[in-house]
């Protein structure tokens, strides 16, 4: 499968005096996918705390490196905002490690791993998702890099970036009606089953 790249402008965000710049921005917009990164941790009981925040638009992608920043109060309100929706995946997850920076409750979110079985999509991770509807192909390679590294390489930028856009679009393709999961080759159903067990 081809590789996915983000096919837009990446911002890093990794001082207070661009964030409200950013947040205002991303207010434009009636949906945008979100995730979050954490530096891994080899140690076990050891989590550290959120390092990077991922909103993405279609076009652009922002990455607060909370790292450095924390949740500034803009961030913040966006967050625990239901006015302002944001979609991702497995968002106990990010929301139990965020809960180390700020006591904002999040609020407007939609979680892919709610929507999915819908479309009898039974897979959970993004990568196997994505490649479901799309074909191609996220890679994982990043995942346990240093997200508290003075810098961020391109390619963590762009990892970053991927997967809080894939889960936007994910979410519109799938409410749009564009996926027919009786069309698609990696859907197995039920009665499928049966015939090759027969």
């Not at 081809?2 to 990446?10: E, H, L, R, Y």
């Amino acid at each position: 499968m081809p590789q996915v790249m983000f096919p837009g402008d990446i911002h890093v965000i990794d001082t207070i005096h661009h964030v409200n710049e950013a947040v205002n921005v991303l207010k434009q917009y009636d949906l945008v996918g979100f995730d979050t990164e954490t530096r891994p941790s080899f140690r076990k009981g050891v989590v550290h705390k959120t390092a990077l925040i991922q909103i993405s638009t279609p076009e652009e992608c922002f990455l607060f490196r909370t790292c450095k920043i924390g949740v500034p109060a803009a961030l913040a309100q966006y967050i625990g905002s239901p006015q302002y929706k944001k979609v991702g995946l497995s968002l106990h997850d990010d929301f139990k490690i965020l809960a180390k920076h700020t006591d904002v409750e999040p609020a407007g979110f939609i979680d892919l791993q709610d929507v999915v079985g819908e479309y009898c999509i039974t897979d959970i991770s993004l990568q196997k998702i994505y490649a479901i509807l799309f074909g191609e192909k996220i890679a994982k390679g990043q995942q346990l890099t240093n997200w508290e590294a003075p810098e961020l390489t391109p390619a963590q930028q762009n990892y970053g970036a991927v997967d809080a856009w894939a889960c936007l679009r994910i979410y519109n393709y799938l409410s749009q009606g564009l996926f027919d999961p009786n069309l698609s080759p990696y859907i197995i159903h039920e009665e499928d089953e049966q015939e090759q067990q027969d």
